[in-house]
């Protein structure tokens, strides 16, 4: 399963109707005026029960489950070699653990057939190894009628998380994909699944929103919203409109139990359909890459954009360029604020990575940058994007994080006065010299200068401390304590309330950190 927030699942949908009447032109009117909206009957066509168009649809619904075998290290005996060992043989035949250990596993969830040919779509976590060790053996399609086929993998794809099976099978009932971008927030939509194994389930609501980004990053970080009752199992299986097209493939729940509380998420049918044609004529799916790593939360917030004297939620700060990456040999930097790629905006809705992995690969991508404020732009020749597992081996580093404080500096971190250099924004720094890097954990080749005491009465308090390096001030390199404070001073003579400091700490990637000037 999947899961928005640590979650998985699936969608379903349902809700009422009610229409708008026009307003008048002239003087404006609250838009719940008495007379102004009208509840009315459903559309002609639209049902007063969904039995009639379920008795359709359900057919073409169908139950996959997958057959997995789990390889699992034995645990190490710690009694090994006392003459207590003999009693713990299940936990392995010696200190080192004994042989591996097999078991089964099972997975189950929904689809949908889109040919009468056989073709089924699902969820591609759905048909994927459900453990660490697990291999999937076989893939199994359960149809309404409870005839079982095993089923073939024709295509799958992680980032969308999508994928298309293949049973041996004729006439079979399908359907056909509609179009979600007509969806409108509060429409009626439908869902059929197979939730918990319990077999064909129906479920009704509506629309919760359109083209929502759940945090993924990617490609196809917009999902359709609902309130439907969607749980574990139902990803995969389709979400209709009241025409009983397929708008939606069910694929995520927003919970933190595990089980439905309102939210959940379809892949819309404007993105799967041309992946799922894809896949049938045989190709694979490519996105645009251009080598940089974003800094964590999004769009520009409001402390950054006053850092850097920047309208808030638009665009997204560059924090690190792969080297001889795309970006790179474009001249992208790390504190460029990318707003626009081939002239469409950065915004909450349309993240820097999903307009660039829209790019096709080998095309050329605009990208309209701030840097320093000034409006600048790069020419990127856009790289196919390397896999899942690629990137994360790229990006490395170590597990420390910014924005909290581990308590280990205390000591250190106290009411003392910071140096003058750094008082504006409560910290004290020292030039970094090779001694200090390595004490520090950074890389010898790393430049700025170190903090040595956070003020616990200053803002950096908190989201610095002892032992991070600031590598930048808004932009631009310092080297010594006396670049930090004339870079401090350039922001408050431009009546900028913070500055945004490029920090690295330890063997973790560079940050920027917004920091109040006092």
């Known amino acids: 399963m999947r899961y928005a927030y640590a979650i998985t699942s699936a969608l379903l949908l349902g809700g009422a109707t009610a229409t708008l ?3 008048p032109s002239g003087a404006q009117v609250a838009q719940n005026e008495p007379g102004a909206i009208q509840a009315v009957s459903p559309k002609p066509g639209a049902p007063m029960s969904f039995a009639d168009m379920v008795a359709r649809l359900q057919p073409a619904v169908v139950n996959i489950s997958t057959k997995q075998t789990i390889v699992q290290k034995q645990q190490a005996n710690p009694f090994a070699g006392t003459p207590f060992g003999d009693l713990f043989g299940g936990m392995g035949g010696g200190a080192q653990g004994g042989a591996p250990v097999k078991r089964e596993g099972a997975s189950l969830g929904s689809g949908f057939l889109i040919s009468p040919d056989g073709y089924v779509v699902t969820n591609n976590h759905v048909i994927s190894p459900g453990a660490q060790g697990a291999t999937v ?17 024709i295509g799958k794809d992680q980032e969308s998380d999508l994928a298309l099976l ?10 056909k994909f509609g179009d979600s971008n007509g969806a409108r927030v509060g429409d009626w939509v439908v869902a059929i699944g197979e939730p918990f194994g319990l077999g064909g389930t129906v479920t009704a609501g509506i629309v919760s929103a359109i083209n929502r980004v759940t945090g993924q990053g990617g490609a196809y970080d917009r999902f359709i919203q609902t309130d439907a009752s969607i749980n574990q199992g139902n990803s995969g299986g ?4 009241l025409n009983g097209n397929v708008i939606g493939v069910n694929s995520q729940i927003f919970s933190q139990s595990g089980g439905n509380i309102g939210i959940g998420f379809a892949i819309p049918a404007a993105v799967a359909k041309p992946i799922i044609a894809t896949f049938m004529k045989g190709g694979t799916i490519e996105r645009g890459y251009i080598g940089v790593q974003l800094q964590p939360g999004g769009t520009i917030n409001e402390d950054t954009a006053a850092a850097l004297g920047i309208a808030k939620n638009q665009g997204e700060l560059i924090n690190d360029v792969t080297a001889g990456g795309p970006a790179a040999k474009a001249g992208v930097r790390a504190g460029d604020v990318v707003t626009k790629v081939n002239g469409q905006a950065v915004t909450v809705d349309q993240s820097l990575s999903y307009l660039v992995s829209n790019v096709k690969p080998g095309a050329t991508a605009r990208l309209d940058i701030l840097r320093n404020g000034k409006p600048v732009a790069a020419s990127v020749v856009v790289a196919p994007r390397p896999s899942a597992e690629k990137l994360a ?6 597990a420390q994080g910014f924005g909290s404080d581990d308590g280990d500096d205390d000591d250190d971190a106290g009411t003392a006065v910071a140096p003058a250099a ?10 970094l010299t090779p001694a200090i890097a390595q004490a520090v954990g950074v890389d010898a080749t790393t430049q700025g200068v170190v903090i040595a005491v956070v003020a616990q009465t200053s803002d950096a308090y908190g989201k610095l401390k002892r032992g991070d390096v600031v590598i930048s001030v808004n932009g631009t390199p310092v080297r010594t304590a006396a670049d930090l404070q004339n870079a401090v001073n350039a922001a408050k003579t431009a009546g900028r309330p913070q500055v945004l400091l490029q920090v690295k700490r330890g063997r973790s990637p560079a940050q920027f950190l917004p920091v109040k000037i006092k």
């Open 238 to 241: 389709p979400m209709f409109d």
């Open 137 to 153: 053996d076989s893939i199994t399609v359960t149809l309404s009628d409870k005839k079982e086929y095993v089923a073939k993998v």
């Open 166 to 175: 293949k049973i041996d099978a004729t006439n079979l009932p399908f359907v």
């Open 21 to 23: 009447a026009l307003q």
């Open 393 to 398: 081996a790229t990006l490395g580093g170590d």
């Open 422 to 431: 750094g008082a504006a924004l409560g910290i004290g720094v020292q030039p």
